[in-house]
């Protein structure tokens, strides 16, 4: 599966943005989906987990209450909603894939860059 993000942007603090992550092919609905983030001099990071039905989800304490994850099947995407956001929200923000039964995220969005200004 190929993944492509997009709908970063630069906003005030205590504004919202939706990215978004739309995936290639047909076989999306097997896949366990996240967002990540890196930011400059940081490690990359698991943000939010959504499993292959969009049911259950995780998130990182972080942004736990602020962000939301979700995906249309039919459409082959998986969203971040993203509320009450900080400048330190931000960060390039990548998509990935995780085929069922594998061992980790082994599909990767080519990154989308979120700016948070106070």
């Known amino acids: 599966v190929q993944l492509q993000a997009y709908g970063g942007g630069l906003v005030q603090a205590g504004g919202s943005l939706r990215v978004s992550c739309v995936a290639s092919?047909?076989?999306?609905?097997?896949?366990?989906m996240a967002w990540f983030r890196q930011a400059p001099g940081k490690e990359r990071t698991s943000i939010a987990t959504?499993?292959?039905?969009?049911?259950?989800?995780g998130y990182a304490d972080s942004v736990k209450g602020r962000f939301t994850i979700s995906r249309d099947n039919a459409k082959n995407t998986v969203y971040l909603q993203m509320n009450s956001l900080k400048p330190e929200d931000t960060a390039v923000y990548y998509c990935?894939?995780?085929?069922?039964?594998?061992?980790?995220?082994?599909?990767w969005g080519q990154g989308t860059q979120v700016t948070v200004s106070s």
């Open positions: 959504v499993d292959w039905t969009g049911d259950s989800t």
């Open positions: 990935a894939a995780q085929r069922l039964g594998s061992g980790g995220y082994g599909h």
């Open positions: 092919g047909r076989a999306f609905r097997w896949y366990s």
